[in-house]
């Protein structure tokens, strides 16, 4: 009895088998804004030199780094955001944020929040 020839077929069995794994993802190393703020008045000018900060609970809350106009707050931070903002001459303004990640990263979510003027009283 010859074993040896079917010893021949066992790698056309197994190669098959660990092409069959799945693939883990490949991550970069960068971080990604988890929020980006465009904060602007009621009639949709930009308001730029706010105070903005983020929130995940239970965190603290955290400065928004201001760039051209916009608020980048939070960097691969997942979950549910609150995002307060205040600027001279408006009423403050706040919203939550949900921001999801995939397996690498989150995905950055891009929102407008509009300041409602303060009206002089008259």
């Known amino acids: 009895m010859k074993?040896?020839?079917s010893i021949l077929f066992l790698p056309f069995l197994v190669i098959p088998l660990l092409n069959a794994c799945p693939e883990e993802p490949t991550c970069t190393t960068i971080?990604?804004?988890?929020?980006?703020v465009t904060l602007t008045d009621t009639d949709g000018n930009l308001l730029e030199g706010a105070d903005v900060t983020?929130?995940?609970?239970?965190d603290p809350a955290e400065p928004c780094e201001e760039l051209q106009g916009q608020y980048n707050c939070g960097w691969e931070a997942a979950g549910e955001i609150l995002i307060e903002a205040s600027a001279t001459g408006f009423e403050d303004g706040s919203m939550t944020v949900q921001v999801e990640a995939d397996e690498c990263h989150v995905l950055t979510e891009q929102v407008t929040l509009a300041l409602e003027p303060i009206l002089a009283p008259g």
Request: charged letters at 15%; a neutral charge; hydrophobic letters at 50%.
């Open 54 to 58: 983020w929130t995940l609970d239970p």
């Open 31 to 36: 971080a990604i804004t988890s929020v980006v």
């Open 3 to 5: 074993r040896w020839p």
